[in-house]
């Protein structure tokens, strides 16, 4: 949703607001999400960790945002857990989704995890996002039904303040081997306005008063560590030290397009999804049928069900095609609302006098294994981004859609990568 603010031309950087001297002046932001647990298993992108923080240096990120797994690492009493076991989103599906894609069969300790991917954020210079997003989607990864059971059971008022809890915990375990300089910020949680909580989107109540109360709490607890609002200008907590507010700058062209012409489309028919001209486009010969999907889908929540079923059915070369030509249609539209949502959120951000990053965004939820993201027309879309994050005088930036070691920008085109965090950190 747009901020209702009037937008302002630029936020010179110099106007930024301060922070921690031991923070770096830009943040060339990496996302990990949940993948850096969930697809660790030998053969997978995250099973070698101290390879991936090398890889993101690399490439020039000095921050990369995760998955904290709170209630992964503690149980509801921050007892720690211990190991637990993880399994894929979709049994037998899922390749095709970013951060989507785990096998499943993993066991780690969360917690020990944790610990050592701060080691090593710390001995390569490395700064961490803490986040999480067991009440929106990453819980489905847990094996366990006892401990999603667990997780679940917790009142929707109640849930931002165990998240609260269970991060107090885990800086305490950070603080204990001196490793909490390498903490950039922490978000409560992410997206809280489409989450499972008080207050969201779906869900009644006061969730700004919610949050407020667990920055609070937070705050008191760890007074050294920033504190981040995250997701949407909505109910923005008046205690917050960062706005993280999210830039998906293809996602009129997705919903408008190619969903609400296939999966959301009136006349979709699930029996028979090829007799709608625009599914008959890009889907692969041998697809899925819709009912033999859904009963692994059962995993998930509804939302994804469609989604993860398109995804896994696409022929990506024919998306791609269809994804550039609407692209080249719309174009000059899609590159005036990204100029317009970078001003209005540097608007937000200098109203509140906060620091302001863009932890989360890029074009959209792409097909993972599609390469209209890789070509040359997006990356010139995902430049302009650069320019106005530096026009507008942004703290932090992501610089792609989902930058990790599952992504073919980051295994393919590093070099890219490379000279665009150079050039927003440069400004």
């Known amino acids: 949703m747009k901020s209702e603010l009037t937008p ?102 969360v917690l020990k995890r944790l610990l050592q991917l701060f080691r090593l954020a710390k001995k390569h210079g490395v700064f961490v996002i803490l986040t999480d997003w067991e009440y929106q989607d990453s819980t489905s990864f847990v094996a366990d039904l006892a401990i999603r059971e667990e997780v679940n059971s917790v009142p929707l008022e109640e849930r931002y303040m165990l998240l609260a809890k269970q991060h ?58 920033l504190v981040a609002h995250d997701g949407e200008p909505i109910s923005i907590p008046n205690n917050c ?47 899925t049928p819709w009912d033999q999907y859904m009963k692994p889908a059962e995993n998930i929540r509804e939302f994804w069900r469609p989604v993860m079923w398109l995804y896994d059915n696409l022929d990506n070369e024919k998306w791609d095609a269809w994804a550039a030509e609407l692209y080249g249609q719309h174009k000059e539209q899609l590159q005036e609302e990204v100029k317009t949502r970078y001003a209005q959120k540097a608007a937000e951000a200098k109203l509140r006098n906060l620091p302001l990053v863009i932890g989360e965004g890029g074009f959209f939820y792409p097909p993972r294994l599609s390469r209209f993201e890789a070509t040359q027309p997006a990356l010139d879309f995902f430049e302009l ?28 085109n590093p070099e890219w990568l490379r000279r665009i965090n150079r050039k927003f950190q440069n400004g």
């Open 8 to 109: 302002i031309l630029s936020t010179p950087a110099a106007s930024r607001p301060q922070t921690p001297s031991h923070l770096p002046e830009k943040l060339s932001i990496g996302m990990w999400i949940w993948s850096w647990i969930v697809a660790a298993t030998p053969g997978e992108p995250y099973h070698d960790l101290e390879k991936c923080v090398l890889d993101l240096k690399e490439r020039g990120f000095n921050a990369v945002r995760i998955e904290a797994g709170l209630n992964w690492a503690f149980d509801l009493n921050g007892v720690p857990r211990g190991a637990i076991e993880f399994c894929p989103w979709v049994a037998g599906h899922g390749s095709n989704l970013s951060l989507f894609n785990a096998r499943g069969g993993g066991r780690h300790d």
């Open 168 to 225: 107090a915990r885990l800086l305490d375990a950070l603080k204990t081997e001196g490793l909490e300089k390498q903490v950039a910020f922490v978000e409560i949680m992410n997206e809280p306005y489409y989450s499972q909580v008080a207050g969201s989107r779906d869900y009644p109540g006061d969730g700004q008063a919610l949050h407020e109360a667990a920055i609070e709490y937070l705050r008191a607890k760890h007074p050294d560590i």
């Open 241 to 287: 030290q960062v706005l993280d507010l999210h830039i998906y700058g293809g996602s009129s062209l997705y919903f408008n397009h190619l969903w609400k012409q296939t999966i959301w489309s009136e006349d979709f028919k699930p029996e028979d999804p090829l007799s709608l001209d625009a599914l008959k486009r890009v889907l692969k010969e041998d697809f």
């Open 385 to 412: 981004y650069a320019d106005l994050a530096i026009e507008h005088g942004y703290w932090g930036f992501m610089p792609h859609t989902y930058i990790g070691a599952d992504t073919l920008i980051w295994n393919e």
